[in-house]
């Protein structure tokens, strides 16, 4: 079965992806890139190409994500997933199942903070991000990439995507994180994410304090933006004008909207996203 570690693109999941695969996949808790790697994305297109199926045709990877899922599940084991994909009914193809799926974490970031990081990653301006958070649906789908810009992901917007995960809700599967907990309270929250797995799984929880305090320290962004820095990270995209690498690990708490966004910006998200934001005290 599958539990989703579901979130808007620069939003915190790797962040939490990062100290979930610490705690499950390592002895000690002590965190390197390799580790993340247990933990896939969905969709990817070499999962469907494995299958045979045609990547070039949008429908046809939409309408086989369940037969993709039923791969993963054939291991009769607990996965977790990565996915950037708001919780969508495309043509009668749904996104996943409850045959599929355990259930979510969904993590949330104050869109003021994820407009700046997203043109930071994506390499764009503040404003095409801003119109990317409010009116996109999709990215990726380029297939003369290498990388995982090659995989169509139907993103929806910030909106979308946080509201169609609640469903998961309704059958007391679903867990909310906000990033800035993630930050401030890493701790609390993470022992919080790791109570609903063991909830979802039906064992008693086992938390390993020490671990934890070794994901706590390996997991921190200066660790992290060190990490990138000596080694890379898989995860970054290419500069097209430079060729250069774009930062993966770039401001991280440092990035605050109150000292770095454009008021016109600030306004445009705020209105666009009020109810939700008042919804998560973003408001």
Sequence with gaps: MIIWLASYPKSGNTLLRSM????FFSDDGIYNFDLI??????PNNKLFERLGIDVKNE????KNYIKVQETFNKKNSVHFLKTHSYLFNIKNHPFTDLNNSLGSIYIIRD???VVTSLANHSNISEERACDELINSTKMGGDLTKKSSERTIVFTGSWALNFNSWKSFKFQDRYL???YE???NQKEKTFIK???FIYRLKKVDPKIDL???KNIILTTDFSNMKKLEQEKGFFESKTNIKTGEKIPFFNLGPKNDWKKLLDLKIKGKIEKAFKKEMIELNYL
Excluded: G, T
């Design 20 to 23: 979930l695969a610490a705690y």
């Design 37 to 42: 790697k247990n933990i896939k994305q969905f």
């Design 59 to 62: 429908e046809e990877i939409v």
């Design 111 to 113: 869109p003021r903070n």
């Design 176 to 178: 909310l994180i906000k």
């Design 181 to 183: 907990d993630l930050i």
């Design 193 to 195: 994410v790791l109570n």
């Design 210 to 212: 020490h671990k934890i």
